[in-house]
């Protein structure tokens, strides 16, 4: 079966950084954005499985402080995306 | 309870595609082919009176700026997957009806999470900021009447039908609502002049049965709210229904011999078809069709599920000699195992049959598979298939369809 893909505007997938701890623990450093800039994740607050109705999709969903300002980096099928603001 | 993703598949495809959220949306079947018909709808298409199987033109007839998607199997059963795991937060009691429905038996659970109806909240709550998708859930002490409730109000509601208020919630609704009522009953039920569920309650099961049969009765018995049918433990069902092998034999066959070793055949290979996969059966059934290719088939429950051609051979064989009468010669025969449960669940010993001469039994099995699988099947053979040496060419497990050339032939039997 064809696989079918969604494109959406607003679902924006990103490149990430991140350490996976001995004990399974699994930590985004930082966000490497469209435009090559890199974005270091100051702390991560939440992590829950969550949807996304702006990017359309649903999957771990963590609250990282970026900059003083909290942004949802969601983890699907192995993917990262984030919202456009 | 029984909980429904509302339109499931028109759900995650909206979800996913932000752009259509607002339109009427279908979910159709190869658009290309010109043949797909719609699998499901958001509510703005439905509220255009498009309905479920109709093709893509008639709907656009209702609706000329319908949106039509192509389905996206692999991502519904995930959705489906991730659904399962929120009912299994609550209880390991979750039968799947299909994708999008399935009920819980929370009665063991409501002291952790609380009563049902906060749990039936809480499922809903999760659906929407998990998933992003929402489900109506129906409360109720049976299945049916569950399920009834998980109709009643969408999307995202919960519906709670109680001892109390059945007659008032379920009665008035036509008696079409009701699992299992399908065109057919619902117009035998219209010609009695039962037109609502509360009709059902009220008519006399024996009259019921009389007309519509052993179904009659179990209607009879989901309208007073007397199902009280589990709701089946996860791991206990199984997706695949039945195993079965069948045979049209190259010569109709003519005598209790000829079918005791075709059941033998076909025995031995359901029931090495079900060790494969890790399956037991609890009930045989038996097809038969005579050379003027009338067909019937008959049914036997075990005492306890089984996947031992012994078992399946005997029970089938002591029921074709009750059944059948030689009025017409045989021309195919089949032997299927079915309302399967996984191997390894737990069982119940039994006091009444000799466990030791199972537990032998199985041993001896499970051996000839392993020679099978190692030397080819033709390395061990029940005595009885010996009675004709070109027996040898026969391998159902793994050709399917056989067709011994030799097997049959005048005489070589008798």
Redesign the interface.
Known sequence: ?D??T?D?P?KIYVTVKAIFYADGLLRPMSIIWEDDREYTIDKVTDI???????????GLRYTCRINGKDTYLFLE?GRWFVERK | MHSDLNNYYASVEC?????IRDKPVAVCGSQEARHGIVLAKNYLAKATGIQTGEVIWQARLKCPNLVVV?P????YL??SR?AREIYAYYTDQVEPFGLDEAWLDVTGSTHIFGDRIKIANEIRKRM??????TASVGVSWNKIFAKLGSDLKKPDATTVITRENYKQVVWPLPASDLLYVGRATKRKLAYYGIGTIGDIAAADPIFLKSRLGKWGEVLWAFANGYDNSPVIRMGEESIIKSIGNSITTPRDLESDEDVWMTICILSESVAARLREQGFKCRTVHVHVRDKDLFTFGFQGKFPKPTNLSNNLADKAMTMFREQYNWSNSIRSLGVRGCDLVTADASEQLSLFCDESRRIKQENLETTVDTLRQRFGHLAIQRAVLLQDSDLSTINPKEDHVIHPVAFFKEGRLT
């Open positions: 079966m696989t079918i969604y959406n607003s829950r499985r969550a949807a996304s109705l702006k990017a359309g999709g649903t099928e | 979800l996913y595609r932000p752009e192509p996206n199997y692999p991502l995930r959705y991730l929407k900021d998990e998933l992003g998708i």
